[in-house]
């Protein structure tokens, strides 16, 4: 059997190449695997968390559920705007601070993300930051990013950190993203958010995902500022250098990952 010149570069990427063909067709098996992760993606779009998993988690913390003007999930999809807002008497149920920090857990665009990693990256986090006044957990459903904003003014938090499932992709249904901002209220520009992205099991991990946070929570504390004027430039040691497609950025415009 001849040795296949793209085998080594399968084993370093998740990307499909090279696949071959069959006909004028993908083999079998390669079809096959498209089709299963197609399917994945679909139902991480139109799943729905309930959070008792996070809840359970997170123990013995003090979590609060709070509802988003979205009503169901098909109007989620539609109306984006819908969902980076609180509904009509929410926010007075949440409890005021001030807080250091507070985590909003919000489904996004996969519920699986946020399932299997949200609670990790909490504990991580938390765990690198003694001292600070962290508020209750904020679970979210039929929410986005800009939630936080709504969220974080009502709780008279100095920093929120929104916990959101990413948009899926064919290599991975259950990517977490992390946006922080500081001083959020409603209509924060995006350029006022750091990111960290792509937090699944073959990327960052939920350990190092809350090394990068706390880092970023630390410096805009320090600083005064989040987004284009916090960059991510932790010394050496401080932040063990993750060997995968994990990235932390400043800004992500609205919709770049069909979620915000």
């Not at 509904?87 to 519920?111: E, K, R, T």
């Not at 001083?183 to 958010?193: C, E, I, K, W, Y």
């Not at 809350?210 to 040691?237: H, M, N, Q, S, Y």
């Amino acid at each position: 059997m001849r040795d296949d010149p793209f085998d080594m570069l399968r084993r370093m990427t998740r990307a499909r190449v090279a696949l071959g063909r069959c006909g004028d067709g993908l083999p079998t098996q390669a079809r096959l695997e498209f089709q299963m992760a197609h399917a994945l993606a679909r139902h991480a779009v139109w799943g729905k968390d309930i959070f008792a998993g996070n809840a359970d988690a997170l123990a013995p913390r003090v979590v609060i559920k709070a509802a988003t003007a979205a009503p169901d999930r098909a109007s989620y999809l539609r109306r984006p705007d819908l969902g980076r807002r609180l509904a009509a008497g929410a926010a007075s149920q949440l409890p005021s601070g001030p807080f250091d920090l507070v985590f909003v857990i919000a489904d996004g665009l996969s519920a699986d993300a946020v399932e299997r990693h949200a609670a990790d990256v909490v504990i991580a986090t938390e765990a690198r930051l003694p001292g600070l006044a962290i508020g209750p957990v904020v679970l979210a459903s039929q929410a986005r990013v800009a939630l936080g904003d709504d969220v974080g003014a009502a709780m008279r938090a100095r920093l929120v950190a929104v916990l959101i499932g990413e948009r899926p992709g064919l290599s991975a249904a259950d990517s977490l993203g992390v946006y922080l901002s500081l001083n959020p209220v409603p209509g924060l520009r995006d350029s006022a958010r750091n990111c960290i992205s792509n937090i699944h099991d073959h990327g960052l991990s939920a350990g190092r995902a809350g090394e990068k946070l706390a880092w970023l929570v630390r410096e805009a504390l320090r600083i005064g500022v989040t987004g284009i004027g916090l960059k991510e430039a932790a010394p050496d040691g401080a932040i063990e250098t993750p060997h995968s497609t994990a990235e932390i950025t400043h800004h992500k415009p609205t919709g770049a990952r069909g979620h915000e």
